[in-house]
T-cell receptor
Framework: DGGITQSPKYLFRKEGQNVTLSCEQN?????MYWYRQDPGQGLRLIYY???????QKGDIAEGYSVSREKKESFPLTVTSAQKNPTAFYLC???????????????FGPGTRLTVL | DAKTTQPNSMESNEEEPVHLPCNHS???????IHWYRQLPSQGPEYVIH???SNVNNRMASLAIAEDRKSSTLILHRATLRDAAVYYC????????????????FGQGTRLTINP
């Protein structure tokens, strides 16, 4: 089955520790995205990548870092600099270079991170 | 980014049609209207999108006002599995590559379906 996998589903970390969230897609999509969702709120864009070895900051990039060494993988590191890291993190991908009018984003199941 | 306004919540009965409204009075000529929905504890999924004409697919229909300042997502026969948060999003393809890829999610409409 083609799709996006995120692991783990639930993650607990102590305050002050960096943590890396995994995102893998086998859809052969060029673009990948990371969003954060807080309870009762919509999604906010953290980082996105249009192509391998390139990525751009989204609206709330502070305290996060990413890499895009392979087309199918886009891991997100939540650093100790992120003031309020507890949230639901969603990864997405789309078949997009160019304007991609109909290029819907496909989302993974999410990772719920709790920092104690 | 052009903004959308949706009701916080709506309720409907199973097997009845549901009309989910969205206002986007500042929409530009290059904004496409996209709808996504998010089931509890899951990632969002694409529902439908359109520019000017009404659109139909297997999931829903999208009715767009003539002046494009509002649109309505129509679920023709709601089931319990349609209970979700529905997001109406404007996607500006006039911003070039980077802008076109960004989805800006508001708080959406929480749809409850009664059995």
């Amino acid at each position: 089955d083609g799709g996006i996998t995120q692991s783990p589903k639930y993650l607990f970390r102590k305050e002050g520790q960096n943590v890396t969230l995994s995102c893998e897609q086998n859809l052969n999509h060029d673009a990948m995205y990371w969003y954060r969702q807080d309870p009762g709120q919509g999604l906010r864009l953290i980082y996105y990548s249009q192509i391998v070895n390139d990525f751009q900051k989204g609206d709330i990039a502070e305290g996060y870092s990413v890499s895009r060494e392979k087309k199918e993988s886009f891991p997100l590191t939540v650093t100790s600099a992120q003031k309020n890291p507890t949230a639901f993190y969603l990864c997405a991908s789309s078949n997009a270079l160019g304007r991609g009018i109909g290029n819907e984003q496909f989302f993974g199941p999410g990772t719920r991170l709790t920092v104690l | 980014d052009a903004k959308t306004t949706q009701p916080n919540s709506m309720e409907s009965n199973e097997e009845e049609p549901v009309h989910l409204p969205c206002n986007h009075s500042t929409i530009s000529g290059t904004d496409y209207i996209h709808w996504y929905r998010q089931l509890p504890s899951q990632g969002p999924e694409y529902v439908i999108h359109g520019l000017t004409s009404n659109v139909n697919n297997r999931m829903a229909s999208l009715a767009i006002a003539e002046d494009r300042k509002s649109s309505t997502l129509i679920l023709h026969r709601a089931t319990l599995r349609d209970a979700a948060v529905y997001y109406c999003i404007l996607r500006d393809v006039g911003l070039g590559i980077q802008g076109a890829q960004k989805l800006v999610f508001g708080q959406g409409t929480r749809l409850t379906i009664n059995p």
